[in-house]
């Protein structure tokens, strides 16, 4: 292994490396940094934005984008309690009244159709991913305002919306001195889970690694890369749609704003994580790193009373540290296979 190959590997782990630091940084910092209340809430926010990191890795290894995961997050919380709640005030529901666990399969359903959707109008379109999905973004936050006027959905004092809610409210078990653990969190490590064995060790995974690396040398060896792309968007969707169900727990009172900026940290998370923007690198784990380490900055800055001014400046700078990570990993991958060409000539005339 030639130096740029081991300063790759070493690239591609830096995520823990960084994350020990920043943990060890906040302990020192706030003495309640490591109180049960502080890491349950570490882990809870980290569940919600892992979910949708976890779509937004697969769309990302076939070398796309999804921006429009963020409003889907946000039409699943607002749409789950709206067919739930009376019309009236305080709760400004739709009146339907519907049963929560049909509610919670319709917004399931409809994460699915909207990824579905996007997929068709990249593949069968011929669009461009990137505006496709911008535009799906924008499309369905007119949708949450138009249908609401504007107005804020609860449940509270609601018994149907409470059955809703258990996934982001509940707490499934406590680690007695460590933390609760909620059932999002059981739930998004069970994603994550899922979605490390399918990418190492499942042909669907095998076959979006050779779209994003190759999409053209990927087709020739008879994989249908366009219904793969379908297929991410569509679990993409599904997945926004499970973490604004999480979050609509966590927060109760529904906001037509819920999630509006989120996918940027999710792409922060992934890049950092080394989830690679041009395609067909980075795995599960590495996703999962990043993950943890936003939650842990953005707790710990939380403890320490950082201006909320200060924080949106770190945030740009967390995702500007990103992109060179993953700019840098992209040449150091270059100059390593340049070299190991170029060795592989010099053997062979050496010979």
């Known amino acids: 292994m030639n130096m740029y190959n081991r300063l790759a590997a070493l690239i591609d782990h830096l995520i823990w490396a960084i994350l020990a630091v920043v943990f060890i940084f906040f302990i020192f910092q706030s003495e309640h940094f490591l109180s049960e209340n502080n890491i349950s809430n570490i882990f809870s926010a980290a ?33 789950g309690i709206w067919l739930i709640v009376p ?53 369905i936050r007119g949708l949450m305002l138009a249908f609401t006027e504007g107005n804020a ?69 008879g994989i249908n890369a366009d219904r793969r792309v379908r297929q991410v968007y569509a679990i993409s969707g599904i997945l926004a749609a499970i973490a604004g169900w999480m979050l609509a727990g966590r927060v109760v009172s529904i906001q037509v704003s819920l999630g509006e900026g989120y996918i940027f940290t999710v792409m922060a998370a992934a890049v950092i994580g080394g989830i690679s923007l041009q395609g067909g690198r980075g795995t ?36 500007l540290l990103a992109m060179f990570i993953d700019a840098q990993r992209v040449r150091i991958r270059t100059l390593a296979q340049t070299t190991t060409v170029r060795e592989s000539k010099d053997s062979v005339v050496g010979s």
């Open 284 to 319: 599960m784990l590495g996703a999962l790193g990043g993950v943890l380490l936003l939650s842990v900055i953005d707790r710990g800055l939380n403890l320490m009373h950082v201006s909320v001014f200060w924080v949106r400046v770190i945030q740009g700078l967390i995702i």
């Open 153 to 221: 959905v609860n449940g509270l004092n609601n018994p149907q919306a409470d059955t809703f809610y258990w996934l982001g409210h509940d707490t499934a078990f406590i680690i007695p001195g460590f933390m609760k653990v909620s059932y999002s969190v059981l739930a998004a490590g069970a994603t994550f889970l899922v979605g490390h064995i399918i990418l190492k060790h499942h042909r669907f995974g095998r076959e979006l690694y050779a779209i994003g690396g190759n999409r053209d040398a990927a087709v020739a060896s």
């Open 87 to 139: 019309a009236a005030a305080p709760h400004f529901g739709g009146g339907l009244l519907v049963n929560p666990y049909l509610a919670i399969f319709c917004i399931l359903l409809m994460g699915a159709v909207i990824g579905y959707v996007i997929g068709c109008l990249i593949t069968y379109g011929q669009m461009n991913n990137f505006i496709v999905t911008l535009a799906m973004l924008l499309v």
């Open 47 to 79: 569940a919600v934005m892992g979910v949708l990191v976890v779509g937004q890795t697969y769309v990302l290894i076939t070398g796309n984008f999804d921006l429009s995961s963020e409003s889907t997050l946000g039409m699943a919380a607002l749409l």
